[in-house]
């Protein structure tokens, strides 16, 4: 069966840092990966999606960049973290383009 | 008009009571639907998916009608865990791999003893 995994859990990072968040995914090869950052009280934001390895297309400008150097890794980046940029982050695959499946989530504090 | 929309609730409801959600959508050529259930601070999980007219799965029943652009989900004999809110999401990309989702804002649920 498939898995995905995310971590950190939790992270709490002062304004100006940079940040790394990890994906990966087991039991299935070649999926499409999706990073979205989901706002206290709000709706899910699709911000980076990978339909392969080296293919990332953003949703949305901002400060945040993704890779994924592997086919079941899949990771986000910054350079400089803003305030705004607080959320939880999840990361989810999917198999054909239809159903999605969520990991756990990073819930990010940026003070 | 957003391209997904929700009633954000809360829908308080008693136990063992019926209560539907309804979302709409505005590009009519999407072909696929989902509705996730999303517990506080945790990510949200695959309830349900809607390709054609509907889909049931013990008290929980989704339908699409595409004339009006909306699905909905009918949760019947409601129970205390089905507490939690509820994302309806439509496939964008009908034509392509991408497989992209955009999600509704989701329905708050609580059901009260």
């Known amino acids: 069966s498939q898995t995905i995994h995310q971590w950190p859990a939790t992270l709490v990072q002062p304004v100006g840092s940079p940040l790394s968040l990890e994906c990966t995914v087991e039991?299935?090869?070649?999926?499409?990966l999706y990073w979205y950052r989901q706002a206290a009280g709000r709706g899910l934001q699709l911000l980076f999606y990978?339909?392969?390895?080296?293919?990332i297309s953003s949703e949305v400008p901002q400060n945040l960049s993704a890779s994924r150097p592997q086919d079941r890794q899949f990771i986000l980046s910054s350079k400089k973290l803003l305030l705004s940029d607080s959320g939880f982050y999840l990361c989810?695959?999917?198999?054909?383009?239809?159903?999605?499946?969520f990991g756990p989530g990073t819930r990010l504090t940026v003070t | 008009r957003k391209e997904v929309e929700q009633d954000p609730g809360p829908f308080n409801v008693p136990e063992g009571a019926t209560v539907a959600f309804n979302c709409t959508y505005s590009?009519?050529?999407?072909?696929?639907f989902f509705w996730y259930r999303q517990d506080c601070r945790k990510e949200p999980k695959l309830l349900m998916s809607?390709?054609?007219s509907g889909n049931e799965d013990g008290r929980f029943t989704a339908q699409l009608n595409r004339a009006s652009q909306y699905i909905s989900l009918l949760i019947r004999d409601s129970k205390l865990s089905d507490s939690a809110t509820y994302l309806c999401?439509?496939?964008?990309?009908?034509?392509?791999?991408?497989?992209?989702?955009?999600f509704g804002q989701g329905t708050t649920l609580q059901v009260k003893p």
């Open positions: 809607v390709y054609s």
């Open positions: 990978s339909v392969g390895i080296g293919q």
């Open positions: 999401a439509v496939n964008i990309d009908a034509a392509g791999n991408t497989g992209k989702l955009i």
């Open positions: 590009n009519s050529a999407s072909q696929s």
């Open positions: 989810a695959w999917s198999e054909d383009s239809y159903e999605q499946y």
């Open positions: 039991g299935t090869s070649n999926p499409n």
